[in-house]
């Protein structure tokens, strides 16, 4: 008798285990761990001596299960041709790249162990306290931005990352406050999600072929 029920309990188990795969599958996809972009935006045109062209590419990692997240922005920043043109008379757009000019300059923006709050399954927010520099040195307001823990930071810099019904994770925004509002200004500053997350097999591909 139990020679001839084992198969049939053999076939109960596989198809226990083929159900608990199919349902796996139908489950929603786990929450990329990487992403990374592109920002692209302006300042006001009063109040940060703007307008100031933004561009730049950023990054942003989850950790401790999605609880915190560490984030960075390499920065460009130039006068537009709006802003070139008022400063003379009469108005005249003026190819100046020189730091009398357009005055470029670049910002490296970070936030570490920011923490993370989901909105929904396609958004969140990492707010914490932010360091910035200018040209790789201090800016002018690093002295207003320092703080010893656990006293709150006096600069933040707040990241909200979202999507829509087609593309889970698209748009990015990033708003300061403190200090750094008097450069960038305390609008959101709008930017593009370009990689959602890297696939783990490209990882261990990579590996592989350095090994």
Not at 58 to 67: I, N, R, V
Not at 89 to 113: L, Q
């Amino acid at each position: 008798m139990h020679v001839r029920n084992f198969p049939r309990a053999a076939i109960i188990v596989a198809a226990l285990v083929l159900a608990i795969g199919l349902g796996a599958l139908a489950q929603d996809p786990p929450t990329p761990k990487h992403f990374s972009g592109t920002i692209s935006d302006y300042t006001p045109q009063t109040g940060v001596s703007g307008p100031w062209e933004m561009r730049g590419t950023w990054s942003l990692d989850l950790k401790h299960d999605a609880h915190a997240a560490d984030f960075s922005v390499a920065l460009n920043m130039t006068h537009d041709d709006y802003w070139v043109s008022i400063q003379t008379t009469p108005p005249t757009v003026v190819n100046d790249d020189t730091a009398a000019g357009r005055h470029p300059h670049t910002h490296h923006i970070s936030v570490a162990d920011g923490a993370v709050s989901w909105i929904s399954d396609n958004e969140f927010t990492v707010t914490g306290g932010v360091t910035v520099t200018l040209d790789g040195g201090a800016t002018p307001f690093a002295a207003a931005c320092e703080f010893t823990p656990p006293t709150p930071p006096p600069c933040t810099l707040t990241v909200d990352v979202k999507g829509g019904t087609l593309v889970q994770f698209s748009n990015i925004t990033m708003t300061f406050s403190g200090a750094p509002t008097g450069h960038f200004g305390p609008q959101a500053i709008h930017g593009v999600v370009r990689l959602p997350k890297k696939p783990d097999s490209d990882d261990h591909d990579q590996d592989h072929d350095h090994h």
